[in-house]
């Protein structure tokens, strides 16, 4: 649970807040549309005598029923211009989270399904965040020129928002009508946002914009509250006619969605390959491929690979670019797994008795951190999610790969080089049994890479296992105990 609020605080850092000018743009549009609401009442001269409800249902009033073929469809910008932006909100956060500082955070839980939680917990506060802006700027405008009540003005509604005079004027249930109007609005949102996630993750953001895009094409022309685009439109609702849908499905096909959202996205993404970037105790490890192919596409990317390796050395992989070296190393941390054959850690084998690697240190491709943070806040970060080191040993572990732990310059503004350190101290701060380093000296010159040496030279002595990749000949012989050559997914020399 730990491990989830603290994944969920992150989110809500760099989902959200970072994020706020996606919001602001939210805002604007709100605003703009009640700016056209307010507008209307000034022609009709109504002026002050608006409250909160009136402005809900002229966002909310939707459009009547699609009759036949040749009705005139005309759909409400403000029903869909929030829900977009709403869906660009959440847009490819939380795949482009894992792809990089999200990815470590993630090794460090070492459980899938705290990231996903968390993310599901991110987009219900995210859904959550775009109704308050619209509540709170409902609520200033209603302060400002009109009347800080619940209570519907019938005359606004129909003269201003275009009910039907009939229907309103003997409704007992418009109060109650707004009210929950704004609730199962807020309710869609989310079972929409949680749509846009799962499907996001199983098939891509682009298809995760489409999904939503779909649910609100279906909610204009057809007729059942269970298909929800519908719960944003209150003039087919049963409250305001006879004829109106019952939003008691909207609310009941929100929840199933939203349940089968969190259970599918969860589903796939334990089983889910993440193909991009993703203590003190010194144990004797051993790990083990046995028989191990991956296929990507039809292409087969490793190709029947046996290995054994144990604690206390180097082993430096060698290959082309594109021979599998990555994917070697993707596969025995377990950010993918293996199409065919085995990885066993110390007996336990990898995606079965384990997700990762119990104690792991990864550096894989280019680092990714929080680029407003420094590179002692961002450590101190990963590092609270086991507790492992303080903070002295934070600033110790900066200070070993060439970094002042004082410097208040944030991550964006470092240098490649110093990126890289900052990458490498984090792969082996919590001094992990495995660490995986693919292309350590990448962007160092000769000072850096010499502490590199000496940072791999102590962690082999405590008793780590490492692996690492190095398109540098010399350097990789230097640095390895033992070279394995990879050449097309297949082991060439050992």
Same mark, same amino acid.
């Given at each position: 649970?730990?491990?989830?609020?603290?994944?969920?605080?992150?989110?809500?850092?760099?989902?959200?807040?970072?994020?706020?000018?996606?919001?602001?743009?939210?805002?604007?549009?709100?605003?703009?549309? /009640?700016?056209?609401?307010?507008?209307?009442?000034?022609?009709?001269?109504?002026?002050?005598?608006? %409250?909160?409800?009136?402005?809900?249902?002229?966002?909310?009033?939707?459009?009547?029923?699609?009759?036949?073929?040749?009705?005139?469809?005309?759909?409400?910008?403000?029903?869909?211009?929030?829900?977009?932006?709403?869906?660009?909100?959440?847009?490819?956060?939380?795949?482009?989270?894992?792809?990089?500082?999200?990815?470590?955070?993630?090794?460090?839980?070492?459980?899938?399904?705290?990231?996903?939680?968390?993310?599901?917990?991110?987009?219900?506060?995210?859904?959550?965040? %775009?109704?308050?802006?619209?509540?709170?700027?409902?609520?200033?405008?209603?302060?400002?020129?009109?009347?800080?009540?619940?209570?519907?003005?019938?005359?606004?509604?129909?003269?201003?928002?275009?009910?039907?005079?009939?229907?309103?004027?003997?409704?007992?249930?418009?109060?109650?009508?707004?009210?929950?109007?704004?609730?199962?609005?807020?309710? %869609?949102?989310?079972?929409?946002?949680?749509?846009?996630?799962?499907?996001?993750?199983?098939?891509?953001?682009?298809?995760?914009?489409?999904?939503?895009?779909?649910?609100?094409?279906?909610?204009?022309?057809?007729?059942?509250?269970?298909?929800?685009?519908?719960?944003?439109?209150?003039?087919?609702?049963?409250?305001?006619?006879?004829?109106?849908?019952?939003?008691?499905?909207?609310?009941?096909?929100?929840?199933?969605?939203?349940?089968?959202?969190?259970?599918?996205?969860?589903?796939?993404?334990? @089983?889910? !390959?993440?193909?991009?970037?993703?203590?003190?105790?010194?144990?004797?490890?051993?790990?083990?491929?046995?028989?191990?192919?991956?296929?990507?596409?039809?292409?087969?990317?490793?190709?029947?690979?046996?290995?054994?390796?144990?604690?206390?050395?180097?082993?430096?992989?060698?290959?082309? &670019?594109?021979?599998?070296?990555?994917?070697?190393?993707?596969?025995?941390?377990?950010?993918?797994?293996?199409?065919?054959?085995?990885?066993?850690? !110390?007996?336990?084998?990898?995606?079965?008795?384990?997700?990762?690697?119990?104690?792991?240190?990864?550096?894989?491709?280019?680092?990714?951190?929080?680029?407003?943070?420094?590179?002692?806040?961002?450590?101190?970060?990963?590092?609270?999610?086991?507790?492992?080191?303080? !903070?002295?040993?934070?600033?110790?572990?900066?200070?070993?790969?060439?970094?002042?732990? !004082?410097?208040?310059?944030?991550?964006?503004?470092?240098?490649?080089?110093?990126?890289?350190?900052?990458?490498?101290?984090?792969?082996?701060?919590?001094?992990?049994?495995?660490?995986?380093?693919?292309?350590? /000296? &990448?962007?160092?010159?000769?000072?850096?890479?010499?502490?590199?040496?000496?940072?791999?030279?102590?962690?082999?002595? @405590?008793?780590?296992?490492?692996?690492?990749?190095?398109?540098?000949?010399?350097?990789?012989?230097?640095?390895?105990?033992?070279?394995?050559?990879?050449?097309?997914? @297949?082991?060439?020399?050992?």
């Amino acid at each position: 649970m730990k491990n989830v609020w603290f994944q969920v605080r992150y989110d809500i850092v760099n989902g959200i807040v970072h994020q706020w000018k996606k919001f602001l743009l939210l805002a604007i549009v709100y605003g703009v549309l /009640i700016t056209q609401f307010l507008a209307v009442c000034r022609l009709k001269h109504l002026i002050g005598q608006y %409250t909160i409800s009136d402005i809900v249902l002229y966002l909310f009033k939707g459009m009547s029923w699609i009759t036949d073929d040749k009705s005139e469809v005309i759909i409400p910008t403000a029903y869909v211009l929030p829900n977009v932006l709403i869906a660009f909100a959440i847009g490819n956060y939380p795949f482009k989270d894992i792809n990089g500082y999200g990815g470590m955070v993630l090794m460090r839980a070492r459980k899938k399904s705290v990231w996903w939680i968390s993310k599901c917990i991110w987009a219900v506060i995210t859904s959550v965040v %775009t109704y308050a802006i619209l509540v709170v700027e409902v609520v200033a405008v209603a302060l400002a020129g009109g009347r800080l009540s619940w209570q519907v003005n019938r005359d606004i509604c129909y003269r201003v928002s275009g009910y039907d005079k009939t229907l309103i004027k003997n409704n007992v249930n418009l109060t109650r009508f707004a009210v929950y109007m704004l609730l199962v609005g807020l309710l %869609t949102t989310i079972a929409i946002c949680l749509v846009q996630i799962c499907v996001s993750q199983i098939f891509g953001p682009i298809i995760g914009y489409v999904a939503v895009v779909v649910i609100l094409i279906m909610g204009v022309f057809f007729k059942s509250f269970l298909f929800i685009g519908n719960g944003f439109m209150a003039i087919r609702n049963v409250l305001y006619t006879p004829q109106g849908g019952d939003i008691r499905l909207t609310v009941i096909a929100d929840i199933v969605i939203i349940a089968v959202s969190v259970i599918v996205g969860y589903v796939s993404f334990k @089983r889910m !390959d993440i193909l991009k970037k993703s203590d003190w105790r010194c144990v004797i490890m051993v790990i083990k491929l046995t028989d191990v192919s991956k296929v990507i596409k039809k292409a087969k990317v490793l190709d029947n690979i046996n290995l054994e390796l144990t604690s206390g050395k180097v082993y430096g992989l060698k290959g082309k &670019n594109g021979s599998g070296k990555t994917m070697l190393m993707r596969v025995i941390c377990g950010l993918i797994s293996a199409t065919e054959g085995t990885v066993e850690i !110390d007996g336990k084998i990898l995606g079965k008795d384990m997700t990762f690697p119990d104690s792991v240190g990864v550096l894989i491709e280019n680092p990714a951190f929080i680029g407003n943070y420094t590179g002692f806040k961002n450590l101190k970060v990963l590092a609270s999610i086991q507790n492992r080191v303080d !903070d002295e040993h934070i600033r110790e572990v900066i200070h070993q790969v060439g970094l002042d732990p !004082d410097d208040k310059r944030t991550y964006r503004k470092y240098s490649l080089g110093m990126k890289q350190k900052l990458g490498i101290a984090a792969a082996y701060m919590e001094n992990p049994d495995l660490i995986i380093l693919d292309e350590p /000296i &990448n962007a160092l010159d000769e000072a850096g890479a010499k502490q590199v040496h000496e940072r791999l030279e102590e962690q082999k002595k @405590r008793g780590a296992l490492i692996i690492i990749a190095c398109h540098d000949k010399e350097e990789l012989e230097m640095l390895s105990d033992e070279i394995i050559e990879i050449s097309e997914g @297949r082991i060439v020399e050992k």
